[in-house]
């Protein structure tokens, strides 16, 4: 049984009923451990993870400020605060945040990889490649990276080197419909239409609910001269 007055106890089981999905529970544990600890920066932190997952993103935001206030050193509720506030949209407070995980821990990929998408939601393309070539000297087989890396290279106009990428993501994740898809635009792209028909097909036999990709391939096959299956793809 818990020791009443042991913060640290109360802090273990809410990171184990967390991991079991009883969110409300593992709140009730943090919130435990703080009145006996007020300034115990890893249960605030722990606390704004589960209130995140819980949809309450001020709430959560206030648990990582609160962490910061007493530990501001810690990289985790930087990168922690960064995920809350790019969810509530403030992609400029984000980056902040991401950068400050980043510059007090330099080998987090995941906190590079964030950076990168909020900087391509941006549109600083140039700087969002930077990121996502960054995770991938830290963690090679991160397909979401590769995926993401392909996005804004196609969107920077270099749809060959962004198929590079989308084939890398495909290698390590085989099942990736959003790969397979973003492989499909870069390919209709470069006319290269009935590459494109086979990863529309790919993405759509692994996501049928994919309204994007039944629309481009419609126009992939009407391209192709094949109005029957274009008007049966819309």
């Not at 249960?43 to 209130?51: E, P, R, S, V």
Request: charged residues 20%; glycine residues 6%.
């Amino acid at each position: 049984s818990l020791k009443p007055d042991y913060p640290e106890a109360h802090n273990n089981l809410g990171i184990a009923l967390k991991d079991q999905g009883d969110l409300n529970a593992a709140i009730d544990s943090y919130n435990k451990a703080l009145s006996l600890k007020p300034d115990y920066p890893e249960a605030h932190n722990n606390l704004g993870i589960a209130l995140k997952d819980q949809g309450d993103l001020n709430a959560a935001i206030d648990s990582y400020n609160k962490v910061l206030s007493l530990k501001p050193n810690y990289p985790d509720a930087h990168y922690n605060l960064g995920i809350a506030l790019q969810e509530q949209g403030d992609l400029t407070a984000a980056i902040d945040s991401y950068k400050q995980a980043i510059q007090l821990k330099p080998n987090l990929p995941d906190a590079h990889y964030n950076l990168g998408v909020a900087l391509q939601e941006q549109g600083d393309l140039n700087a969002a490649i930077d990121s996502y070539n960054k995770v991938l000297s830290l963690k090679p087989d991160y397909p979401e990276a590769h995926n993401n890396l392909g996005n804004a290279l196609k969107e920077q106009g270099d749809p060959n080197a962004a198929i590079t990428s989308y084939k890398q993501a495909i290698q390590l994740k085989p099942n990736y419909p959003e790969a397979h898809y973003n492989m499909g635009l870069a390919l209709q792209k470069q006319d290269d239409l009935t590459a494109a028909i086979d990863s529309y097909n790919k993405a759509l036999s692994l996501k049928p609910e994919y309204p994007e990709a039944h629309n481009n391939l419609g126009f992939a096959l009407k391209d192709q001269g094949d109005l029957t299956a274009a008007i049966a793809s819309y």
